[in-house]
């Protein structure tokens, strides 16, 4: 029976960025996934996420992006690979109603964060955000916006590849395409039962993702809420005026549950993401922009073209010559009660992005 000092399950975002750092510390490390990451039945696929330094969720994540954005730039030499551009980020809050003292507006709560920890930005009114971004010229005239230099956007199926790549240089062992059946830990450490086989480790961690609660069994399956967030890339028409401009675009649709970033053309243009639990946001022919962008609107998506990145469960269609594509992968972030920490132990659990990543969208 192989035994190793640390043992890693599931190699998505966070397990392939733990069993990575293990190793290059020296740590005798093993890492284990049911599938051949980077697949795309968790939250890791799909080309591109955001990331930013000052990220608006809370200010607990500042110093974990710092970090991050120095590790791309470290796997970046390494591997030879392009994983983090640096294209700048706008956020922006535009609604008739905004009330500048409001300290819970998405783009103020950003600001603030950027004015405390000294992140490069600048503030940007209304006329200027006509000015320097003019696919958004109708912004409500009470607009504000934050413009980040140093935003931009990943790669995150390269960013997991290079990873398991550099960590199995490092002398990690990677057992993927095997399925993880029973976990057990007693004075001697962690016992890891697979389909194929059985590891034992002095510490294990859990970076399962959606797979988690079923993984752990009680109280997790009760503690993990799971919830669904779906992505969609656009690609534009062959005349869309924005084809080059270099911004990611973060723009919360304020009463609607509702986030839309838009990316630089890569392969895809554009994502709408929806934290409710199903495609609840819908796009209809007539509310294409002017630019070949696609906006919410009333009419529900239809599924009638494959995008390269659908699965069986997704949504692809065609909006006004704007090609939409269903990343039918469910986005699953671990919302925690209080009370998970009291029955941790010596397991961690890790599964959302801002861990993972460090402030990826």
Not at 51 to 68: D, K, M
Not at 180 to 186: E, G, L
Request: hydrophobic letters at 35%; one cysteine or more.
């Amino acid at each position: 029976m192989e035994r190793y000092e640390s043992l890693v399950i599931g190699l998505g975002a966070m397990g392939a960025a733990t069993v990575y750092q293990l190793a290059k510390a020296g740590v005798k490390v093993a890492g284990i996934d049911r599938h051949h990451p980077p697949h795309t039945f968790g939250s890791s696929h799909g080309d591109t996420r955001i990331t930013r330094l000052s990220v608006g969720e809370g200010a607990q994540y500042v110093p974990i992006v710092r970090n991050s954005h120095r590790i791309w730039r470290e796997l970046e030499a390494l591997s030879g690979e392009s994983l983090f551009e640096q294209s700048g980020l706008l956020v922006l809050t535009s609604r008739e109603d905004f009330d500048p003292s409001d300290e819970t507006d998405f783009t103020l709560r950003t600001i603030g964060l950027a004015q405390t920890y000294g992140i490069e930005h600048e503030v940007l009114d209304a006329a200027q955000i006509r000015q320097r971004f003019p696919q958004f010229a109708q912004v409500a005239d009470s607009a504000i916006g934050y413009y980040e230099p140093g935003g931009g956007f990943v790669r995150p199926e390269r960013c997991i590849e290079v990873q398991l790549r550099l960590a199995e240089q490092q002398g990690a062992t990677l057992y993927t395409g095997e399925t993880v059946t029973h976990i057990s830990s007693d004075e001697q450490g962690v016992t890891v039962t697979t389909d194929q086989r059985t590891l034992q480790a002095d510490k294990l961690v859990v970076s399962a993702g959606n797979w988690a609660g079923g993984l752990l069994g009680a109280p997790f399956d009760r503690l993990l809420k799971v919830y669904r967030q779906q992505l969609f890339w656009f690609e534009t028409e062959p005349d869309a005026a924005l084809v080059g401009v270099s911004y990611v675009h973060f723009y919360p649709w304020a009463g609607r549950g509702l986030y839309q970033l838009r990316l630089p053309r890569v392969t895809w243009r554009g994502q709408f993401e929806s934290g409710d639990g199903a495609v609840s946001h819908r796009v209809h022919a007539a509310d294409a922009g002017p630019h070949g962008v696609a906006h919410p609107g009333t009419g529900d998506v239809r599924a009638t073209g494959a995008g390269p990145h659908r699965r069986a469960d997704g949504q692809g269609g065609q909006v006004s010559g704007v090609r939409l594509h269903g990343d039918a992968g469910p986005s699953f972030h671990h919302r925690p009660a209080p009370e998970v920490a009291a029955h941790l132990g010596g397991v961690a659990v890790f599964g959302a992005w801002f861990q993972a990543f460090g402030g990826i969208g």
